[in-house]
């Protein structure tokens, strides 16, 4: 099981970036997949997931009407669409893969900076 996340860079405030994980080994019907967030010196936050069979969707507050999730399982990839970030959106980012709501899987995170 692979979970490479990607898409991360420096973006200024109020602009945009899209998140990619690219998954292996594993079928995306059958697992819950999703977005952390770790900002300097903070735990980490669950942002976004996605489920498996009905593709129903959360977003934490911080993420609502900014993020989208979405999944492509032809490309075994979930997407996480950012808009409007701003500083404090500024984190490393990892996906994860989970089922029955226990994460199993971590990727490697992708660093987001969000400044001017």
């Known amino acids: 099981v692979q979970l490479q996340a990607s898409g991360g860079g420096l973006v200024q405030p109020g602009g945009s970036l899209t998140l990619s994980c690219a998954t292996s080994?594993?079928?995306?019907?059958?697992?819950?997949l999703g977005w952390f967030r770790q900002a300097p010196g903070e735990g980490r936050e669950g942002i976004s997931c996605?489920?498996?069979?009905?593709?129903?969707?959360y977003y934490s507050e911080s993420a609502k009407g900014r993020f989208t999730i979405s999944r492509d399982n032809a490309k075994a990839t979930v997407y996480l669409h950012m808009n409007n970030l701003q500083p404090e959106d500024t984190a490393v980012y990892y996906c994860?893969?989970?089922?029955?709501?226990?994460?199993?899987?971590w990727g490697q995170g992708t660093q987001v900076t969000v400044s001017s």
């Open positions: 994860t893969r989970a089922i029955n709501y226990h994460i199993d899987y």
């Open positions: 080994g594993f079928s995306l019907d059958y697992y819950a």
């Open positions: 996605i489920s498996g069979s009905d593709r129903n969707t």
